[in-house]
């Protein structure tokens, strides 16, 4: 991560603290399916949404959080409000505020799970985001690597509770590797649809997002409940589609070549801020652009 841009993150840390006491919020019922309900954390933990799909026998989570606290009030919340045990949780994507929360689940009797792709990437992750983050947020913060079980490296059906869901394997897009969950016209992509903030495009690989996608569109799904940010119909899609796309055709419109400088990314960040007004998290934007710089410079570089 650049250093301007971990600056940031760490100022929009900071500011959270303050909104510590806001708490958390839960929403019993998306899109008058009762089945579904949805966690989101205090913007201390950066505003991450979590699910439950209820079944008759019992719960299964989508996603663990990023702070052990938040994943206790998760569970606790949606425990007490269906009156029903978690028993299978699915991280997504190996992003903290998706895995943080796996020891806190399981010792809590529930089943934590990921593809085998994803769970290779965590130790690396959690290395990494452990060094920005722990000082920060101890003693709220996992020293262990958070590792759920693995159910394969291919897309499979997952049941708990009476439910059954569809978990999709999917290559790269906000991350290196993705679990896309399918349940009764409702989809969880995870980070990979944002609503109503910026996307995190740390890594740069917006022309493989891109392919996410159209694959998540040949669902056809009728819900889509992203990482953050509200619920909403599959128009989430397109409008993620239109924001990668923006932000590529600003990017683009630099003529990147080697090292960006500081002038032109706060050019492109103005641009892209000036098409989507009103957006949070504006720092999601200034730690991506290096990376799709990077991109496009490489793929440049490689044409001639």
Not at 104 to 123: A, C, D, M, N, Y
Request: charged letters at 25%.
């Amino acid at each position: 991560m650049p250093r301007s841009a971990l600056v940031l993150l760490l100022a929009l840390v900071a500011g959270c603290a303050s909104q510590r006491p806001a708490g958390a919020r839960v929403t019993l019922t998306s899109h008058e399916d009762s089945r579904v309900g949805t966690y989101v954390s205090s913007p201390w933990g950066f505003s991450t949404s979590s699910y439950w799909i209820e079944g008759p026998e019992g719960l299964i989570l989508i996603d663990t959080q990023f702070l052990p606290s938040a994943a206790e009030e998760f569970v606790s919340w949606a425990e007490q409000v269906t009156g029903k045990k978690a028993l299978l949780a699915i991280v997504l994507h190996p992003n903290p505020d998706k895995f943080n929360g796996t020891d806190v689940l399981r010792k809590r009797g529930i089943r934590v799970v990921t593809s085998e792709q994803v769970r290779e990437l965590i130790p690396s992750v959690h290395q990494s985001r452990t060094r920005k983050f722990y000082d920060r947020y101890k003693p709220d913060y996992p020293t262990e690597v958070p590792l759920p079980d693995s159910f394969g490296s291919a897309t499979t059906e997952l049941s708990a509770g009476g439910v059954t869901v569809k978990a999709h394997v999917m290559g790269a897009g906000c991350s290196e590797a993705h679990v896309v969950v399918e349940y009764e016209g409702h989809l969880f992509p995870g980070d990979m649809i944002a609503n109503n903030a910026h996307s995190w495009l740390e890594i740069g690989k917006t022309d493989q997002w891109l392919q996410r996608i159209d694959e998540m569109k040949a669902l056809k799904p009728k819900w889509v409940h992203p990482g953050r940010g509200p619920s909403g119909n599959a128009g989430l899609l397109d409008m993620e589609r239109a924001y990668l796309e923006r932000v590529i055709t600003e990017v683009a419109a630099e003529k990147p070549q080697g090292k960006p400088t500081d002038e032109a990314l706060e050019r492109i960040q103005s641009r892209v801020m000036a098409a989507y007004p009103g957006l949070r998290l504006d720092v999601f934007l200034a730690i991506g652009l290096p990376a799709e710089w990077e991109r496009q410079a490489q793929a440049a570089g490689s044409a001639r």
